[in-house]
T-cell receptor, first 112, second 113 residues
Framework: EDQVTQSPEALRLQEGESSSLNCSYT??????LFWYRQDPGKGPEFLFT???AGEEKEKERLKATLTKKESFLHITAPKPEDSATYLCAVQAGKDSSYKLIFGSGTRLLVRP | DTGVSQDPRHKITKRGQNVTFRCDPISEHNRLYWYRQTLGQGPEFLTY????????KSRLLSDRFSAERPKGSFSTLEIQRTEQGDSAMYLC???????????FGQGTRLTVV
């Protein structure tokens, strides 16, 4: 069964303290890996899509990387406004299913 | 605002009542998805439309749940005979046929009392 696991569940950082969030996946045929940011009481906001091992994408202080088993979301010199839950999701399977399978997320708190 | 729109944002209902939620996707998006999210968990897939055709349904979607997308535009999700376990955030998302990233609405928070 396709599965996505995120770690840690929660992470507290001081402003400027860089770190990485992990998303490991077990799927039958990865077609895409997605990162979303979610603020409390709101819907997920799209950040990145990665399609193949070795691919990297960057946006401001965020950088996403992908290997054959996991993805990392690197946060460089975070600011308090980066505090949110970061969700990882995969699209998998040989058929034409477009559903996303999500992990439980990492709750990030950046303290000033 | 050209994002995905959901209505209502909040709904409180008594157990046993029926509720209906509406989703208006981004105008040029032909794919529309419904997800459910409970506290501390990631969204769980419920169902997916391409234009007006419902192409996939999760086993989570019991016979009390029904979704429609008439004319391939907005969509509705109805829950009949609501139960306390139905309390969750119901999220709608849409995407283009070429790019697969989905864009989410702000969700409808359902509380069944």
């Amino acid at each position: 069964e396709d599965q996505v696991t995120q770690s840690p569940e929660a992470l507290r950082l001081q402003e400027g303290e860089s770190s990485s969030l992990n998303c490991s996946y077990t799927v039958s045929g990865l077609r895409g890996l997605f990162w979303y940011r979610q603020d409390p009481g709101k819907g997920p906001e799209f950040l990145f899509t990665l399609y193949s091992a070795g691919e990297e994408k960057e946006k401001e202080r965020l950088k996403a990387t992908l290997t054959k088993k996991e993805s990392f979301l690197h946060i460089t010199a975070p600011k308090p406004e980066d505090s949110a839950t970061y969700l990882c999701a995969v699209q998998a399977g040989k058929d034409s299913s477009y559903k996303l399978i999500f992990g439980s997320g990492t709750r990030l708190l950046v303290r000033p | 605002d050209t994002g995905v729109s959901q209505d209502p944002r909040h709904k409180i209902t008594k157990r046993g009542q029926n509720v209906t939620f509406r989703c208006d996707p981004i105008s040029e998006h032909n794919r529309l998805y419904w997800y459910r999210q409970t506290l501390g968990q990631g969204p769980e897939f419920l169902t997916y439309f391409q234009n007006e055709a419902q192409l996939e349904k999760s086993r989570l979607l019991s016979d009390r749940f029904s979704a429609e997308r008439p004319k391939g535009s907005f969509s509705t999700l109805e829950i009949q005979r609501t139960e306390q376990g139905d309390s969750a955030m119901y999220l709608c998302a849409s995407s283009l046929p070429v790019n697969t990233e989905a864009f989410f609405g702000q969700g409808t928070r359902l509380t069944v009392v």
